[in-house]
């Protein structure tokens, strides 16, 4: 399982990765390994304001629907395009192409609650 040190997580299996003051988001490929092939991916919040733990979007695989959630507050400032017609890269490459939104944080802070890949990889084990 890729868990890589650079990210943070969530309980709910995203990650971020920091550049300023802006965070990539994305599912983990713990994640994507439990939801199977990907075969869309929905994303209709870009330009919208959420708080964190609200969902940006779905996923949708094969066998189930999912909801993703923000792991910090801020506006979505855009989704990723490649999505829109190759879903299944996030299968492949969950952590580089495979992102999903990219956000400007409203409150930095936010970050210290989520979890380093020490903590993540002990959860996904337990």
Do not use: C
Not at 24 to 41: K, M, N, R, S
Not at 53 to 77: H, M, N, Q, R, W
């Amino acid at each position: 399982m890729n868990v890589p040190d650079n990210l943070k997580y969530t309980k709910d299996h995203e990650w971020v990765r920091v550049e300023g003051d802006v965070a990539w988001v994305g599912i983990t490929d713990y994640a994507q390994g439990e939801l199977g092939d990907i075969v869309f991916v929905e994303i209709e919040t870009v330009g919208d304001t959420l708080n964190k733990g609200e969902t940006f979007g779905t996923v949708e695989a094969v066998k189930t629907v999912s909801d993703v959630f923000l792991p910090v507050s801020g506006e979505i400032l855009e989704s990723n395009p490649v999505l829109s017609d190759t879903p299944e890269v996030v299968n492949k490459d969950p952590y580089g192409e495979g992102w999903m939104i990219k956000v400007k944080m409203s409150n930095p802070a936010e970050l210290d609650d989520l979890m380093d890949a020490e903590a993540y990889q002990k959860m996904i084990n337990a």
